[in-house]
């Protein structure tokens, strides 16, 4: 898999680790009841089709991408920094 | 029809016109007491059980494709019960006994062949961890052998024993695990639940539950729906798919495992191997060919097949092992989507609807545990309770802060 990294263009996804579904940048307020922190922490969509998901360019400029990419395909349909992906969430970094 | 030698020699005679079908293709009825949504080697086993050891009648198996077709066609058939934690080992130990019987039980030539498991160590900690795992092993009534580097020699010897970096030093027996052959097991299970009058529904796809007031009522299928007083999910690698369509989010992540055979190879492997300083295990199939594999590829996938970075890392390990396996060639590759779930252990369990009861989660450890996962699942599903060998298995342990972490390498799937 062939990653398009905003900055770098195309690098192979073997210089990345990956963490997971992207849905975890949204973590809950440290206020809420444990609940919604299990929930955040344990539980996943798991999607058969397109999923957003976190890649950590380890062996690169070590930039957290959020990529989109089709489970079933494996198909990469696109990626950002996470930071920009976060920021458009309402986040402050 | 029960097989035996004899029936074998009669049908010889007669020119094999007297073999009928190992079991029937019914279309589905209006209902059931207790539909199995899967029909992989758990579903079929839970069936199973659920005829001959809980009393139950009205059975069916919903099966999207075709009995054999799915994970139970994409795994490396090894059996063992080498576990270390309470929650694990008595239930693997259990399924190790009823796979011991398996042949009996079924009438059915399943090939379970107790050849031996063989866990090499290649430093002083691992020696320790391993002999902690085999008194665990010991104390929950399976047997464990500590070998040192001589007698894995013995067994072994073309092993790379003087490796720079992983020298052999020992290794973990555990002379009752093996391998079965995984159709067998499949077709076995079928068929025995078959002449107990269980309807094996094939390329019936679930598309959906009918939940009311919080108790399912059936379940909605490419072949209409189809009522139930009881459902049981056994779809690993799907789970997350079929419990969405039942409102339900899982602790399960679905990723690639990638499995490799060689040509076949005249004997040299009797036993199961597995490599102690990388991820990579090995047996000799009856048709000689190599049978391996490692890690999972490590990202969420669907797509029942990996990706070259891990069939190198695979090859590297096997080469570190028996730089010998260089020469071989590769016939076959393959990829199967596991259940992996937050901590590495299944989940056998009830769910919040009333009626609906799930089994998954069962990472790369799926093959092992059929005939356990079929008969807790049965008893679960039966008696409303718990096996005493699964009580781990429970989808809330997450929310308790009882995870099953046997590697102790945290809560996240691709550590697994």
């Known amino acids: ?93 | 029809m029960k097989y035996s030698a004899l029936r074998v020699f009669r049908e010889a005679l007669t020119g094999h016109k007297g073999w009928t079908p190992a079991w029937r293709d019914p279309d589905p009825q209006p209902s059931y007491d207790i539909v199995v949504v899967g029909g992989g080697g758990h579903g079929l086993a839970t069936a199973f059980y659920l005829a001959k050891e809980f009393g139950q009648a009205r059975i069916a198996v919903l099966e999207k494709g075709w009995i054999g077709g799915g994970n139970a066609g994409r795994n490396t058939t090894i059996i063992r019960s080498n576990y270390l934690l309470d929650g694990n080992q008595p239930f693997y130990e259990f399924s190790m006994k009823l796979w011991e019987g398996l042949e009996q039980d079924l009438n059915y030539n399943a090939m379970v062949s107790q050849r031996g498991i063989l866990n090499l160590f290649h430093t002083d900690a691992q020696r320790d961890a391993y002999t902690r795992r085999g008194n665990a092993m010991i104390l929950h009534g399976a047997d464990a052998e500590l070998l040192d580097r001589s007698q894995v020699r013995k067994m072994y010897p073309f092993l790379n024993f003087d490796h720079a970096r992983f020298p052999i030093k020992g290794g973990l027996l555990q002379r009752r695990a093996g391998t079965a052959r995984h159709d067998a097991v499949a077709w076995g299970y079928a068929r025995g639940a078959d002449q107990r009058g269980v309807d094996i529904i094939q390329n019936c796809a679930v598309t959906g539950f009918r939940i009311v007031n919080g108790r399912v009522l059936g379940v909605e299928t490419t072949r209409g729906y189809i009522g139930a007083i009881k459902v049981g999910v056994a779809v690993a690698g799907s789970s997350s798919r079929v419990m969405a369509a039942a409102g339900m989010r899982l602790p399960i992540e679905s990723h690639v495992l990638q499995a490799f055979v060689t040509e076949g190879l005249k004997p040299v492997i009797d036993g199961v191997l597995t490599f102690g300083a990388g991820h990579f295990y090995v047996s000799q199939s009856d048709k000689g060919g190599l049978v391996f594999g490692g890690d999972i590829d490590g990202y969420n996938s669907y797509a029942q097949r990996g990706n070259m970075a891990v069939v190198e890392d695979v090859a590297e390990g096997g080469m570190a092992l028996m730089p010998m396996i260089g020469r071989a060639r590769l016939l076959r590759t393959w990829g199967g989507i596991m259940d992996m779930s937050m901590d590495g252990s299944p989940f056998i369990d009830r769910t919040p609807v009333q009626g609906l009861y799930f089994n998954g989660g069962w990472c790369y450890g799926g093959f092992k545990a059929t005939p356990a996962s079929g008969f807790c699942f049965a008893h679960l599903l039966a008696r409303d309770e718990p096996h005493p060998t699964a009580v781990a298995y429970r989808l809330d342990r997450f929310r308790r802060g009882a995870m099953i972490d046997e590697k102790g390498q945290g809560a996240q799937p691709n550590l697994h």
């Open chain 1, 1 to 93: 898999m062939l990653i398009l990294h905003p900055l770098l263009g195309l690098r192979d996804a073997q210089e990345f680790t990956y963490l997971g579904d992207a849905s975890i940048i949204d973590r809950p307020d440290g206020l809420t009841e444990p609940e919604a922190f299990h929930d955040y922490l344990y539980l996943r969509d798991n999607p058969a089709g397109v999923h957003k998901e976190l890649w950590f360019h380890e062996q690169g400029d070590r930039s957290w991408l959020v990529v989109t990419r089709n489970t079933v395909t494996h198909e990469i349909l696109g990626a950002e920094l996470a930071r920009d992906y976060a920021r458009g969430r309402g986040r402050s970094r």
